[in-house]
C-alpha cells in the first residue's frame, strides 16, 4: 500500500503530470467565462428537456458542452488576440500561456476531437456538432460576431439551439431522438437567445468599440436597455404559460425578471453591467429548468 502510494505521489509530482496539469488550467483559462454563461445554464437545459435523464448522462452532456464551448472559444481568441489584452489579460494569449500560431493548431483539431466524441452517441448528436462547428466559422472567421446587430443574435440563438439539442442528446438514454417537449424547449430557447443576448454585450462594450464591433448597447444604448425589460418580462410571461407554472412560480419568475430589468435601467456603467449579467444568467437557469418542471410537477395527467 506504501508502495502504491509512493509511485502515486511521484507520478503527480513528475515534470509530465505537472506539465499536463498546466496544460488543462490553459484550456480551461479559454473557457472560464464562459462556464456561467453557457456551460452551467445549458446544462440545465439539458437536465430538464431530456426524457429520462440521469445523473451519468447528465455529466456526460456537461462535458460535450464544454468541449464544444472550447472549440468556440479557441476560435474566438485567436481572431483578435489584442482585444483580450485590453479587458481580458487573465486569457491563455493575452498571459502567454500559449502562443497564436499552437492555438490556431489547437483550434483547428478540436473540430475532428468534437465530431469523434459526437459519433460516439449517435449521428445525430454528430449532426449537432457539425452544425455547432459551421456557426462557430459563419461567426467568428466569417466575421459574422462584427456584423450587424441583428444577424450577430440570430447566428447566436442557431449557435445555442445547437448546443442544446446535442447536450439533450446526450442526456436522453438511447441519444437519437427528442420528444415533444424537448423540441419545444429548444424552439423557445432560441426566442430567448435571438432576442435577450444582447446583455452579454453590456459589460463588453469597451473592448467591443476597440474592434469595431457593431453591438446593440454600441448602436443605440438608450433603446437596447429596453429591450431587456421587453425580453425578459415578456418572456416570462409566455414561460409561464406554456409550463403551466403554479402562482408562487410564475411570481418568482416575475419578480426576477423585473429586478434583473430594473438593475439594467438604472446601474449604467461597466462593472453594474457585469452583475446585472449574472443575474440574467440565474433568470435563463431557471428558465431553463421549466421544461423538468413541466414534466415531473406541471403536466395534465393523460388517462390510460
Known sequence: ?????????????SPLASRLVQWLYTLFLF???????????????AA?????????????????????VLQFDVSNQTLSPEE??????DR????????????????????????????WY????????????????????????????LLRNCVNAAGFASFEVGATLVATADNRMLDRVAILSVC???????????????????????????????LYPSIARYTVLVGLCSWSVLLAQVWNLAWDARAVL???????????????????????FYWYNVWLSLAHALPGYYRYVSAPIVPT
Not at 500500500?1 to 509530482?13: G, Q
Not at 473557457?31 to 437545459?45: A, H, L
Not at 430538464?48 to 464544444?68: G, Q, S
Not at 429586478?259 to 435601467?265: D, K, N, P, Q, T
Open 48 to 68: 430538464a428537456a431530456a426524457p429520462e435523464p440521469a445523473p451519468t448522462y447528465i455529466l456526460h452532456a456537461a462535458f460535450w458542452i464544454w468541449l464544444h
Open 92 to 119: 491563455p494569449l493575452p498571459s502567454k500561456r500559449m502562443t497564436l500560431r499552437q492555438a490556431l493548431i489547437l483550434r483547428w483539431l478540436l473540430v475532428p476531437a468534437c465530431w469523434l466524441w459526437s459519433a
Open 31 to 45: 473557457t472560464k467565462s464562459d462556464i456561467k454563461t453557457t456551460v452551467i445554464p445549458i446544462t440545465f437545459f
Open 188 to 218: 423557445i430557447s432560441a426566442g430567448i437567445f435571438a432576442t435577450t443576448i444582447q446583455t452579454q454585450d453590456f459589460k463588453d462594450v469597451h473592448g467591443d468599440r476597440l474592434v469595431g464591433r457593431r453591438t446593440l448597447p454600441i
Open 84 to 89: 483580450d489584452e485590453y479587458n481580458k489579460r
Open 122 to 149: 449517435s449521428i445525430e448528436t454528430l449532426y449537432a456538432s457539425v452544425a455547432l462547428v459551421a456557426l462557430t466559422i459563419t461567426y467568428n472567421e466569417c466575421a459574422t460576431h462584427a456584423g450587424h446587430w
Open 1 to 13: 500500500m506504501h508502495l502504491r502510494s509512493s509511485v502515486f505521489s511521484d507520478l503527480m509530482t
Open 254 to 276: 416575475f419578480m426576477l425578471s423585473t429586478f434583473i430589468s430594473y438593475r439594467f435601467m438604472t446601474y449604467k456603467d461597466v462593472p453594474q453591467d457585469q452583475i446585472s
